[in-house]
């Protein structure tokens, strides 16, 4: 996997996952592979993120992990130090843009306007994160992104479900969508990884 469209490619749904230990993160990565889904994002919301994603990438060689939430230069570095395959960035900002493209890594770099998303176009980038995508219009706003910016290709996150979904991975311009339902807070801490293979195996079963 070497570029950020290719990512897209491989899951409709990314998982967004939260961890309050590191110890959980391959049992969590494993439940999801088991379920079919091939990559996860594990967010720098917490102090064990940087370790997790440390774990997953050499005890789980088989899912793609990659480091969200990633809002300033300093965790962008980190990330990919911890062995992070990709990053994802809730926004931008010129010097978080620099960050990441430093790493060398693909990301997916946040936008929730036209305006946000013509910037990034400017830096070359046609692969980015919609968020938050139902507070900035759901489904209805990226089809009239693809009007003008049909070059580009988005994940939307923030308020996608299962239920809603298809609606996005119907776009023409949604590679796969992003969300924390896969793994539950209540789930994770009961190590209940059968709950989280079967919301795996419910989102590897959509269409992308
Ligand atoms: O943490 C980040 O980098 C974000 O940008 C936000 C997350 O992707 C969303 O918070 C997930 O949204 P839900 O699936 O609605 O829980």
Do not use: H
């Not at 590191?22 to 720098?44: K, N, S, Y």
């Amino acid at each position: 996997m070497t570029t950020s469209s290719e990512l897209l490619d491989l899951s409709p749904v990314m998982p967004v996952v939260v961890l309050d230990e590191a110890e959980v993160a391959p049992d969590v990565a494993r439940a999801l592979l088991a379920g079919g889904i091939r990559t996860i994002e594990l967010t720098l919301r917490t102090p064990a993120a940087l370790a997790a994603i440390e774990k997953v990438a050499s005890q789980v060689p088989d899912i793609v992990v990659g480091a969200g939430t990633v809002t300033t230069p300093r965790q962008a570095a980190d990330a990919a130090d911890a062995g992070a395959a990709f990053l994802v960035t809730p926004g931008t900002t010129e010097s978080l843009l620099d960050a990441v493209t430093a790493t060398g890594l693909p990301f997916l770099p946040g936008a929730a306007t036209v305006s946000e998303a013509m910037r990034l176009t400017e830096r070359g980038l046609d692969t980015l994160k919609f968020f938050p995508a139902a507070a900035s219009g759901g489904p209805a706003a990226l089809k009239a992104f693809a009007g003008p910016l049909p070059q580009l290709t988005f994940c939307p996150t923030g308020g996608v479900s299962v239920a809603n979904a298809p609606d996005y991975l119907a776009l023409s311009n949604v590679g796969c969508v992003g969300g924390s339902w896969l793994t539950p807070g209540d789930a994770v801490a009961a190590r209940d990884f059968e709950r989280i293979e079967a919301l795996a195996k419910e989102c590897s079963a959509l269409a992308a």
